[in-house]
């Protein structure tokens, strides 16, 4: 039997040896989703980076830090597997963030391994 997946790309965004977490519902997280229709990997995550930092200026794609199939993890019939990109991004008016996050945080990557989920501090790492 084989198995279904919804493909995420996400967005590891550095400034100054920090790295941008975003938090919902007590889960720290890095900007993305999910891959929408026939969208390419690039539509996607510079779609979701407009949605959810508002103002954001300028995205740059760079190099795949990380890929991670997350188990146990579904969303019906479909698991879930994430990609992780380094991502230059301006911010000429400071960090705006829509209403699907309560709040952010630049992080070390001693505080991303503390606060983040699977595959986050991996993707540090690879910076």
């Not at 519902?25 to 229709?37: C, E, K, L, N």
Request: charge should be negative; aromatic fraction near 10%; hydrophobic fraction near 35%.
């Amino acid at each position: 039997m084989s198995t279904k997946f919804n493909v995420g790309v996400k967005a590891i965004i550095e400034h100054d040896g920090k790295y941008l977490l975003l938090k919902k519902d007590d889960f720290w997280d890095t900007p993305g989703g999910r891959i929408d229709g026939d969208e390419t990997v690039e539509e996607a995550l510079r779609r979701e980076l407009s949605e959810e930092l508002p103002g954001c200026k300028n995205a740059q794609i760079g190099k795949l830090l990380n890929a991670v199939r997350l188990p146990g993890l579904r969303f019906g019939d479909h698991g879930l597997f994430l990609i992780w990109y380094y991502v230059r991004v301006d911010f000429p008016d400071g960090v705006k963030i829509s209403d699907e996050h309560e709040t952010y945080k630049w992080c070390t990557p001693e505080e991303v391994r503390e606060l983040a989920s699977t595959g986050i501090a991996e993707a540090v790492q690879s910076v």
